[in-house]
């Protein structure tokens, strides 16, 4: 039987075990564990992931937008404010030809790194393929992840040690513990109504639109400011393109924009080649944009400085000049709330939510619309529009909330006002806009050509 001397020492030795590891979780939680957000949602896509946080920490509350994706950053930053470690989420609107093995040996091969380790994480909705990259010579690591999503759109998770005091390992896998993705998002319906759309068939398409069509923007004081006019046409030209639309947008003082586009696209939408020219504020530019048969677009800048970009357009993504035809489509659907991206000649893409609302009626002198479609892009612009139909499904005007600003730069004293789009003639706009007379002639007489 033990004595009560050796009792005692075996109860103060497993106390002093107790405590020792007692200490060691509040020294890894003090110097090594991390805190993390709630989880950051990105309602766009039915995404939400987790951040770290707290005083060391420049973390965003919310998903920001830029260069054709949604993006969410967090940086660590030592006592003398430098950057010691760093998280990155990005979520692509467009699709990247490479699988994601060959994203993530670009990767390696773009730092000049070499490969720690590589595995794959399954998660509801996506599949992340990641590699752990080591710089030699430095304490620069990182861990890089990627999936393709359903619907052709792109995510890349990353953290990044830059200094000692910051386990890029541990954050990177909590993260995409974290990780969730909503399958069934209005996403999903922009995903599945664009299908329909574009299986319906240009021809079809252009039967049922009304062209050309031709709007008349009106100003906040009831002046004219500018229009859109769009023409369409069946032509016979070298296969696969059966059809051609020729655009011109015009918006006088204070907003100084000119666009004029010519578009060649086939049956399906899957094929087209698109040529415009920018003119705001007295800077030119223009673009020429190829969707090619294996489904790769090609940028080009064809102004200086000239620029070359390819990428896969989204499932759920059209070009900005089938955009009035895809609205009214989406109005005729049984969808209340829908997501979808459009591509605009510069490459620009667009994410849109598009809901179905009550009309509001900004002037009492206004037919009264029978439905209305609230539309907010939820790219840096901030704008906002409502469609107006009438009984017949017809877009009879739209409503377009617009900052006032000088050059288009938007700060917190920049004022916004409602331009009123409505329904016009073509000989309207003559005579409303003497000093694009010529233009909207030639647009117009090009229909009886092909």
């Keep these: 039987m033990k004595s009560i001397k050796e009792l005692k020492s075996q109860l103060s030795f497993f106390a002093f075990l107790c405590v020792a590891v007692l200490v060691a979780g509040f020294l890894m939680v003090v110097f090594s564990g991390v805190k993390y957000s709630e989880p950051v949602k990105l309602e766009y ?97 990182i861990y890089y992840g990627v999936s393709k999503l359903t619907g052709s759109h792109l995510l890349e998770i990353e953290t990044q040690k830059i200094d000692t005091g910051f386990d890029a390992g541990e954050v990177f896998k909590t993260l995409l513990k974290h990780l969730r993705l909503d399958v069934k998002s209005p996403l999903q319906n922009g995903i599945d109504i664009v299908e329909q759309f574009k299986n319906k068939g240009s021809s079809q398409l252009l039967d049922e639109f ?22 369409f046409s069946k032509v016979h030209t070298t296969k696969p393109y059966i059809f051609k639309a020729d655009v011109l947008y015009y918006l006088r003082e204070p907003y100084n924009h000119r666009e004029s586009a010519l578009f060649y696209g086939d049956e399906g939408i899957k094929e087209y080649i698109w040529r415009s020219e920018r003119n705001t504020y007295g800077r030119k530019t223009e673009f020429q944009t190829v969707l ?46 829908v997501n979808v991206e459009i591509i605009e000649s510069n490459g620009k893409i667009i994410p849109m939510n598009i809901v179905r609302t009550e009309p509001e009626i900004t002037k009492p002198d206004l037919e009264k619309p029978a439905y209305a479609l609230q539309i907010n892009f939820l790219d840096d612009s901030g704008l906002s529009q409502q469609i107006h139909f009438d009984e017949n499904g017809k877009t009879i005007r739209e ?24 329904r016009s003639k073509a000989e309207t706009l003559v005579n409303q806009f003497p000093e694009q007379a010529e233009h909207i002639l030639q647009k117009i007489e090009q229909v009886s050509v092909n």
């Design 45 to 141: 896509a039915g995404l939400s992931i987790v951040v770290p946080e707290g005083p060391q920490w420049d973390s965003q509350e919310q998903w920001r937008y830029g260069d054709n994706s949604f993006y969410l950053t967090s940086t660590l930053r030592d006592s003398k404010g430098m950057p010691s470690g760093s998280v990155l989420c990005r979520y692509w609107l467009l699709d990247k030809k490479a699988s994601p093995q060959e994203l993530l040996s670009k990767k390696v091969s773009e730092l000049s790194g070499e490969t720690l380790q590589h595995g794959r994480t399954e998660k509801p909705g996506c599949i992340i393929d990641w590699m752990n990259i080591k710089i030699p010579k430095t304490t620069y690591e």
């Design 292 to 337: 090619d048969e294996e489904g790769v677009i090609t940028l080009t800048k064809l102004s200086l400085p000239p620029i070359e970009k390819t990428f896969q357009p989204s499932l759920s993504s059209v070009p900005e000049v089938f955009s009035d035809m895809l609205v009214s489509y989406i109005h005729e659907s049984d969808f209340d709330k």
């Design 399 to 422: 409503l377009l909330s617009i900052p006032v600003s000088k050059r288009g730069f938007l700060s917190s004293s920049t004022s916004w006002e409602t331009l009123t789009f409505v």
């Design 210 to 231: 009304e062209s050309p069509s031709a709007f008349l923007v009106i100003n906040s004081q009831d002046s004219p400011l500018g229009f859109i006019l769009e023409v």
